[in-house]
């Protein structure tokens, strides 16, 4: 008992002495339900009911912390690592810190510069966008520069905030970690970002390219995406909308790969030169102690498939409802509907149509 005590006094002391120098945060979130899912398509049916992990928000812990350097200058860096929390896994098995593991210096001055592994400048201001995060049915799902993904080997700059205005710039040097130290052989990409944000008013416009290194036959090997949106915070209701343009296939590498072209690109067709055309619309309004959630998106391919049928629109909508038992904790509902898409791999020529309903808790530290 007496070496216990003395043990935490000595840690207690030590923790002390660091914080006087640096603040370092254990923080994460913990999400978990159950849910039902139905699919359905051109001779294919599947239905199944479970547990799932990140109904509403992605399962994750992290650390992240800053030094004061004197001068206004300071030291930031964020740990962040997803797992399940239905069986403990990691959500990586190659990463410690798959969502990011970066180290920077920042200046209210001069802006906020970080080095490893993060999100992209596109999918952090586009993604600020989203009032439904429900998992695959949220805006990534078809504004897939948007998604919950982070480039390795990036550099971010983010400018200081000027009267609301905002912009950043990200380039990656090795996106998908295929040949460190030799450049002209890595896939690299660039993110520019322009964001506003001034009381109840926030809008975003981005472009990111993403450069493969080996090109898939009868492709440009550049995917771009575009992307504009604003929201609106009305007090008694929020309302969000936006549209992106992607072309050549998906720039996060993010987007399934159902005709084995060896890169997560999405459908051959669209990486072969395709258009998608996205909209989406969403709306939020407080209830009680929770908030109704609504969103809905539209994806528009422009190609064909190899048996010559046109490529169809792709939709989905979701609702649903978020109690807030606490600051930290929450619960939550929702149905989604998808048509003419798949969750995994998108676009999916059989006409697959996906229902998906699901309640859970999710508790924050």
Known sequence: M???????????????????????????????????????????????????????????WGLRGAEDLGDGWSTRFQLESGFDPSTGKRADDDRMFNYGAWVGLAHDRYGDLRLGRQYTVGKTYGNALELASWKDMGMGATFKASD?????????????????????????????????????????????????EQGPLLAVATWDQLRLAEPIEGSSGRPQAVQLGASYDFEVFKVS?????????????????PDNLGRNLGPAAFARGGTVNAWLLGASMPVGHGTVVAQWSLARPDWKWEDGSTARNAQLVTLGYTYNLSPRT????????????????????GHSHTSRFGTGISHRF
């Open 2 to 60: 007496k070496k216990t005590l003395f043990a935490t006094a000595i840690f207690a002391a030590l923790s002390g002495m660091a914080q006087a120098e640096t603040s370092v945060t254990l923080y994460g979130l913990i999400d978990t339900g159950v849910g039902y899912q139905r699919i359905k398509g051109d001779n294919y049916h599947e239905s199944k009911v479970g547990m799932a992990n990140g109904v509403s928000s992605g399962s994750r």
């Open 148 to 196: 919950n993904y982070q480039f390795s080997n990036l550099v971010n700059y983010y400018t200081p905030t000027w009267q609301g205005f905002q912009a950043g710039v990200g380039y990656s040097f090795d996106a998908d970690d295929s040949n460190r130290f030799k450049t002209a052989a890595n896939n690299r990409a660039l993110s520019l970002g322009l964001k506003y």
């Open 241 to 257: 909308a936006g549209w992106s343009r992607q072309r050549n296939g998906y720039v996060g590498l993010d987007g399934g790969d």
């Open 330 to 349: 929450t619960l939550y509902a929702f149905a989604g509907y998808a048509s003419n898409y798949t969750l995994d791999n998108q676009f999916d020529p």
